[in-house]
């Protein structure tokens, strides 16, 4: 299957890898050579048995692998797969064979597109969606290593810390508070929702999906199950579901809401709607339409028509930052993966050195004795004078220093 040998004064790896195509690698030693046919073999019993033809196109098994994996995402992520695949990736790479794809074509296919002008958000998806494919060819037997892995960073397409920061766009407490007077003035049936967004922290597909099932006014939290979007229920973006601590104003707000929903529907004969923000004919809220009313409210407030509704959620987390909750709470209350997540995002916004901090440090750490002006302070004997003032003492051993001269060397009087 593999075997190496000499040819002018170079060794050449000839091996047929797991498709059946001939291979050959030269190397300049035969250490080097020998390393090489054991990463040949090591992979060689690891490859899975090819379950598609060895020889399929990367069109081909881009549509293989979006039906395969449809049932298991999220409309949105599929969405954004597909768009990826089919309008970004050029046909030219498309009849190529998978196993033939090279790094050097995904590096190309990426700087092409930011040369182009797509942002770099734009074009990480793309790349996390080629890589995803490409890691399920490996899978398949198709292929043995992923030529797209490790091209984010070579690429700068994740952002970095300082980045990620720049990135959030929040409203001012005087801004919020504008921005809330306005929904109530020109936007009341939206008033509720964008209020307990700016209260909690919810993604907007998680708090149109809230049912009232989720709302627990005695114990003052919201249970977080589930999320809408592209017209589906599904499962919070982390996958968990999580609960959020509800502050006693948005306790007082829904409390009313849900008196006046089920007097509402009394009046009507009919049951109350278990949704907590219906639209309508007491269905999910059109998300689209959210965000148009978003942009009317905010032109009303006068506020920059840049934010969006997902400006509630970083002005409600920075807002709990500032005020001096632990980042494991905020990373709790957002639902993020990591706390990583919640430092990268938030880091201009966390508090930064105190010199205070270190005098507290002082006090807690027991010490009884502290240098001052060159002499010492001790809380039983108070200030202790240096060297240099006893020499102007009149009265003898008055109050003198300790001889620190080792005991052998003491002279006897």
């Given at each position: 299957?593999?075997?190496?040998?000499?040819?002018?004064?170079?060794?050449?790896?000839?091996?047929?890898?797991?498709?059946?195509?001939?291979?050959?690698?030269?190397?300049?030693?035969?250490?080097?050579?020998?390393?090489?046919?054991?990463?040949?073999?090591?992979?060689?019993?690891?490859?899975?048995?090819?379950?598609?033809?060895?020889?399929?196109?990367?069109?081909?098994?881009?549509?293989?692998?979006?039906?395969?994996?449809?049932?298991?995402?999220?409309?949105?992520?599929?969405?954004?797969?597909?768009?990826?695949l089919d309008v970004h990736v050029p046909a030219v790479l498309k009849t190529?064979?998978?196993?033939?794809?090279?790094?050097?074509?995904?590096?190309?296919?990426?700087?092409?597109?930011?040369?182009?002008?797509?942002?770099?958000?734009?074009?990480?998806?793309?790349?996390?969606?080629?890589?995803?494919?490409?890691?399920?060819?490996?899978?398949?037997?198709?292929?043995?290593?992923?030529?797209?892995?490790?091209?984010?960073?070579?690429?700068?397409?994740?952002?970095?810390?300082?980045?990620?920061?720049?990135?959030?766009?929040?409203?001012?407490?005087?801004?919020?508070?504008?921005?809330?007077?306005?929904?109530?003035?020109?936007?009341?049936?939206?008033?509720?929702?964008?209020?307990?967004?700016?209260?909690?922290?919810?993604?907007?597909?998680?708090?149109?999906?809230?049912?009232?099932?989720?709302?627990?006014?005695?114990?003052?939290?919201?249970?977080?199950?589930?999320?809408?979007?592209?017209?589906?229920?599904?499962?919070?973006?982390?996958?968990?579901?999580?609960?959020?601590?509800?502050?006693?104003?948005?306790?007082?707000?829904?409390?009313?809401?849900?008196?006046?929903?089920?007097?509402?529907?009394?009046?009507?004969?009919?049951?109350?709607?278990?949704?907590?923000?219906?639209?309508?004919?007491?269905q999910h809220f059109d998300q689209s339409r959210i965000s148009k009313v978003?942009?009317?409210?905010?032109?009303?407030?006068?506020?920059?028509?840049?934010?969006?509704?997902?400006?509630?959620?970083?002005?409600?987390?920075?807002?709990?930052?500032?005020?001096?909750?632990?980042?494991?709470?905020?990373?709790?209350?957002?639902?993020?993966?990591?706390?990583?997540?919640?430092?990268?995002?938030?880091?201009?916004?966390?508090?930064?050195?105190?010199?205070?901090?270190?005098?507290?440090?002082?006090?807690?750490?027991?010490?009884?004795?502290?240098?001052?002006?060159?002499?010492?302070?001790?809380?039983?004997?108070?200030?202790?004078?240096?060297?240099?003032?006893?020499?102007?003492?009149?009265?003898?051993?008055?109050?003198?220093?300790?001889?620190?001269?080792?005991?052998?060397?003491?002279?006897?009087?």
């Amino acid at each position: 299957m593999a075997c190496i040998s000499r040819r002018r004064g170079r060794y050449v790896l000839d091996w047929r890898d797991h498709t059946g195509a001939r291979r050959w690698r030269s190397f300049p030693s035969k250490p080097e050579a020998e390393q090489a046919l054991a990463d040949v073999l090591r992979e060689s019993g690891i490859a899975a048995v090819a379950v598609v033809d060895p020889r399929i196109t990367l069109g081909a098994y881009a549509d293989r692998w979006l039906e395969h994996v449809k049932p298991v995402l999220k409309p949105a992520t599929f969405r954004s797969y597909s768009y990826a695949l089919d309008v970004h990736v050029p046909a030219v790479l498309k009849t190529l064979r998978l196993r033939q794809l090279a790094r050097a074509h995904v590096r190309e296919l990426l700087s092409a597109k930011l040369a182009a002008g797509l942002s770099r958000n734009t074009v990480r998806i793309i790349h996390a969606t080629v890589r995803a494919m490409l890691n399920a060819a490996i899978e398949d037997g198709v292929s043995v290593r992923n030529p797209a892995d490790r091209l984010g960073k070579a690429l700068r397409l994740v952002p970095t810390r300082h980045q990620a920061g720049e990135e959030v766009k929040a409203l001012t407490d005087e801004q919020l508070d504008a921005f809330l007077r306005a929904a109530a003035d020109v936007a009341s049936l939206y008033h509720a929702l964008f209020y307990t967004m700016s209260k909690t922290g919810l993604r907007l597909g998680e708090a149109v999906a809230l049912r009232w099932e989720d709302v627990d006014l005695v114990a003052r939290e919201i249970t977080v199950r589930r999320t809408f979007s592209m017209g589906a229920v599904g499962t919070p973006k982390s996958g968990k579901v999580r609960r959020v601590d509800v502050s006693s104003n948005l306790v007082a707000l829904l409390e009313h809401l849900d008196v006046a929903r089920k007097a509402e529907a009394l009046e009507a004969g009919r049951d109350p709607v278990d949704l907590v923000f219906p639209g309508r004919d007491d269905q999910h809220f059109d998300q689209s339409r959210i965000s148009k009313v978003f942009k009317r409210v905010l032109k009303a407030a006068g506020l920059p028509s840049s934010l969006s509704p997902h400006a509630l959620r970083h002005t409600f987390a920075i807002r709990l930052i500032r005020s001096g909750a632990p980042l494991t709470y905020v990373r709790d209350l957002l639902g993020h993966s990591s706390i990583t997540v919640t430092a990268d995002v938030y880091a201009r916004h966390l508090p930064t050195g105190d010199r205070g901090l270190l005098d507290r440090l002082e006090d807690v750490s027991g010490s009884r004795t502290v240098a001052v002006a060159g002499g010492t302070w001790s809380r039983r004997s108070g200030l202790n004078r240096g060297p240099a003032d006893y020499e102007s003492d009149t009265a003898p051993n008055a109050g003198s220093p300790p001889d620190l001269t080792p005991h052998k060397q003491r002279k006897r009087p």
